[in-house]
């Protein structure tokens, strides 16, 4: 199963009155992205990353530099690692790519797929639509009774095991 944050645009407020308006919701996967390590500046621009495009491109470069003073074989190790690493975090950075554009998130859903998840989360957004529609208001509490409680046995008080002080003589 795989777990995808949902992420919705700064002008969303709610499901609720039209359907419509889960198009524009975005499920982001959380997980290793297996584009984004294959194809990396590809994957960012059309993701359009473009701060995280800089820095991928800011350390590659660093690599490069670094890397003419020493053997092709480390070059291609650390080119390698640094793909990897992105394709971990590829998409923690897409959501913080969202979050700096306005996204929120609306929420965090588990599926096997897309196709599930989507339907697991609306599904759940209904129903909570739904119980809040349905419910009415809770009555105010009742007051309690101004009366103490006197446990008896009878006509007999009881205190704690015995009976009352009136027994005993």
Known sequence: MS???VMAPPDFDTLAGDPGKSDRL??????????????????????RM???????????????LLA??????IT???TFFVSLAFGF??????????????????????GDSLAEAELRFLHKEAGH?????????????????????????GSERVIGLTLGPETRR
Not at 26 to 34: A, K, M, Q, R
Not at 36 to 44: E, K
Not at 97 to 106: D, H, I, T, Y
């Open 68 to 73: 003419l003073g020493i053997d092709d074989r």
């Open 89 to 110: 975090e590829a998409q923690a950075l897409r959501r913080w790519s969202l979050e700096r554009k306005g996204w929120r998130v609306a929420g965090i859903v588990d």
């Open 26 to 47: 975005l499920f982001v996967p959380d997980g290793f992205s297996f584009l984004a390590f294959i194809f990396s500046p590809i994957w960012l621009l059309v993701q």
């Open 129 to 153: 639509l739904n119980t809040l529609a349905d419910t009415p208001a809770p009555p105010p509490p009742a007051r309690p009774s101004r009366t103490a409680i006197v446990p008896r046995i």
């Open 3 to 5: 777990t995808y944050i």
């Open 50 to 64: 473009w701060l995280v495009f800089l820095g991928y491109l800011a350390v590659t470069l660093l690599i490069e």
């Open 76 to 78: 291609g190790i650390a």
